[in-house]
C-alpha cells in the first residue's frame, strides 16, 4: 500500500475490473436486505449504548427511511457514539473514526506478496519470501479475519443497515499487491483457508460483491494447481460465483518469464529467450486450461495489458506484441482442447464448446487490452519516451503540491475517496481529490491482534505525512 497512482495495472484494487464490467460495475452492488429486520441488540449496561440506541431509534423513527436506503451519512455521529461498544475490532475508535474507515471501504488486504514481478506493477509487488520475519507479517492472522469481518456483522446488527454500503466500490477488495491464487490464511492447528473460504465470509459480513484475479501460477505446483482447480469448481456453481463481481485472469507481457524472454533475445541469446518465452506461454496455456469451465461465464474476464504500438516504446511489450503472444497461447490450447474432446473430455466435450471457449478468450485478450500507466515499476519501461518522461516529471510535481495542500487544509472529498485496512488493522486514505490520487496513512487502526506488527505498507516513505484523528474529527 503505497502512494497510489491511479492508472491500469493488471492488480490494482481501484482499476481491475475489465473493461466490460467496469461500464456496469456501479449497480452491481449486493443488495442484500438481510440486516434490515435483524433485532436491535447490544451491551445493555453501558449507558453510552443505551443513548446510542436511544438517538438511532428516534432519527430513524423521524426520518422514516427505510433502512436498506440509511448510511451512517444520515446521523450525527458524536450521539451515535457508543453504538459500537463491546465490538472488540473496534476498541478505541470513535463513531466518527469508524465511519472514517467505513466510508467507501475498497478492502481488507489478506496477503501481501506476489511472485510473478511483472514489469509494470505499479505496487512494485515482491515475493512473501522477502519480508516476513518476527516484527513482520504478510498474511492476515486468521482471528483478526475474523474480528474484521464479525465486528461488522455486529455493527450493522447494532445498525439495523450496512456501515459498509457504498455506490462508490461496486466490490470488496482482498487483494492488492498479490495474486488470488496465493491467498491463505492458517488456523490455530495450521490449517489452510483459500480464496473461497474469505470470499464466502466477506460477502455474508460486508454485504459486498468480491473479486478474483490470478496472474497465473506455476503449473508443476500441485498445491497451486489443486487450489485453482477447487476455486473453479467453487465458481462453477452460481450461487458462488454469484458472490463476485468478476472472475479474471491477467495476461499480458510483462510478466517476469516473458520480460527474462525478451532481454534475452535483445542481447542475441535466441535459445535462452525462447526456453522462457515457452515457460509462460505453457503457463497461460494451463491457467485457461483450468479455467474452462468458467470461460463462459459472463462473470469471467481477461485483464489484457501492454503499452501502446508506438517506436518510443520497447520492442516485446506493446500491443502487437501481446496479440502475438495470445495467438501463441490460443494455438497451444487449441491443440489441448483438441485432445480433450478426442480423449478424455475433462473439460471440453465438443468441438464446438471449444470454438466457443477460444472465441471468447480471443475476444478478451486482443480487444480488451487496456494500455499501462508509468508507474511504480512501469516507469522504468517508459525510459526512452520523452513525451512520457515529461508528463511524469510535471505529474510529479504537481502531485506533491496536491499532496502538501490536500495535507496541510485536508480537504478531504469523502464522497470520492476510499479507505483501506491493512492486515495490521491500519487505516489508509485513497484521496481522489488531487489528480494525483494517493494513498495517506492515518492515525486510525483497528484493534487487531497483529496490530503491533509491520507490513510492507509500512516501509512505504510517505514523507512523514499522516491523516490525524484531529483531522478526522473535524470533517464529520
Ligand atoms: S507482480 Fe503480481 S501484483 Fe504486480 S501486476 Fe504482476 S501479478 Fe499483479
Redesign the pocket.
Known amino acids: 500500500m503505497k502512494i497510489y497512482p491511479v492508472q491500469n495495472?493488471?492488480?490494482n484494487r481501484r482499476n481491475n475490473l475489465s473493461n466490460a464490467v467496469d461500464k456496469n460495475s456501479r449497480n452491481l452492488i449486493v443488495s442484500n436486505p438481510l440486516v434490515s429486520n435483524v433485532a436491535f441488540w447490544g451491551n445493555p449496561s453501558s449507558t453510552d449504548f443505551q443513548s446510542a440506541k436511544r438517538y438511532l431509534d428516534e432519527t430513524k423513527a423521524k426520518l422514516g427511511i427505510a433502512n436498506e436506503d440509511l448510511s451512517l451519512k444520515n446521523f450525527d455521529l458524536e450521539k451515535l457514539n457508543g453504538i459500537q461498544k463491546g465490538i472488540k475490532v473496534f476498541d478505541g475508535l470513535s463513531m466518527k473514526q469508524i465511519a472514517f474507515v467505513s466510508n467507501n471501504l475498497l478492502g481488507l488486504s489478506v496477503n501481501h506478496g506476489?511472485s510473478?514481478?511483472?514489469a509494470?506493477?505499479?505496487?512494485e509487488?515482491v515475493p512473501q519470501y522477502f519480508k516476513e520475519d518476527s516484527n513482520m507479517i504478510n498474511k492476515i492472522d486468521f482471528e483478526d479475519f475474523h474480528s474484521f469481518m464479525g465486528g461488522y456483522e455486529k455493527l450493522n446488527k447494532r445498525l439495523g443497515f450496512n456501515a459498509l454500503k457504498t455506490e462508490l466500490s461496486p466490490y470488496f477488495c482482498m487483494f492488492?499487491?498479490?495474486?488470488c491464487i496465493d491467498m491463505e490464511m492458517k488456523d490455530k492447528s495450521g490449517k489452510i483457508y483459500d480464496f473461497t473460504y474469505a470470499n464466502d465470509v466477506a460477502y455474508k459480513s460486508t454485504q459486498r460483491l468480491g473479486l478474483f484475479d490470478t496472474?497465473g501460477w506455476y503449473p508443476k505446483n500441485k498445491k497451486l494447481q489443486e487450489r485453482a482447480e477447487k476455486i473453479v469448481k467453487y465458481f462453477s456453481e452460481e450461487k458462488n460465483s454469484n458472490k463476485v463481481i468478476q472472475i479474471a485472469v491477467?495476461f499480458n507481457p510483462?510478466?517476469a518469464l516473458n520480460e527474462r524472454s525478451i532481454n534475452l533475445k535483445n542481447k542475441g541469446d535466441f535459445e535462452g529467450s525462447k526456453k522462457f518465452r515457452e515457460l509462460y506461454v505453457d503457463r497461460m496455456v494451463n491457467v485457461f486450461y483450468t479455467f474452462t469451465p468458467v470461460i463462459e461465464n459472463e462473470k469471467f474476464h481477461c485483464m489484457s495489458r501492454s503499452m501502446l504500438d508506438s517506436p518510443n516504446n520497447p520492442d516485446g511489450f506493446q500491443k502487437k506484441d501481446l496479440e502475438q503472444l495470445a495467438d501463441e497461447v490460443l494455438a497451444k490450447l487449441e491443440k489441448k482442447y483438441e485432445e480433450d474432446y478426442s480423449g478424455d473430455k475433462k473439460y471440453i466435450k465438443t468441438p464446438e464448446q471449444a470454438q466457443r471457449c477460444l472465441s471468447k478468450l480471443n475476444n478478451e485478450l486482443k480487444l480488451q487490452i487496456r494500455e499501462i500507466g508509468p508507474e511504480g515499476r512501469a516507469e522504468n519501461l517508459y525510459k526512452n519516451n520523452a513525451e512520457v518522461q515529461e508528463f511524469i516529471r510535471k505529474n510529479k510535481i504537481e502531485g506533491e503540491e496536491e499532496l502538501r495542500a490536500f495535507s496541510e487544509n485536508l480537504v478531504l472529498k469523502l464522497e470520492d475517496s476510499f479507505s483501506d485496512v491493512d492486515m495490521n488493522g491500519k487505516v489508509y486514505f485513497l484521496s481522489s481529490c488531487a489528480s494525483h490520487p494517493v494513498a495517506l496513512p492515518t492515525e486510525l487502526q483497528l484493534n487487531f491482534k497483529n496490530k503491533h506488527k509491520k507490513t510492507i505498507s509500512d516501509e512505504a516513505d510517505f514523507g512523514g505525512k499522516k491523516i490525524t484523528k484531529e483531522m478526522i474529527d473535524r470533517v464529520f
Open positions: 495495472s493488471s492488480c506476489c510473478s514481478m511483472c509494470h506493477c505499479y505496487l509487488a492488492g499487491d498479490s495474486d496472474a491477467s510483462f510478466h
